[in-house]
């Protein structure tokens, strides 16, 4: 598997502002890509307060390290 670059962590080091979302409703995989495609640096999927399934909360985790 190819090396995962941590955007995130790189602005953050960097004294930039790292920005990102948290997803809790909108159960697809297509949302990471939407979110990198946007300039997202970071996404939240929470589990707690929404509708996310553990299986769908690993498909969309899967799909945002190729995003």
Request: hydrophobic content about 50%.
């Amino acid at each position: 598997m190819p090396e995962v670059t941590n955007r995130m962590r790189e602005r953050l080091e960097s004294g930039g502002i790292a920005a990102g979302m948290g997803i809790r409703l909108l159960a697809s995989i297509e949302a990471a890509p939407l979110m990198a495609k946007a300039g997202f640096d970071w996404l939240f999927i929470d589990l707690e307060h929404g509708k996310l399934s553990v299986e769908t909360a690993a498909e969309i985790a899967t799909a945002a390290l190729s995003a």
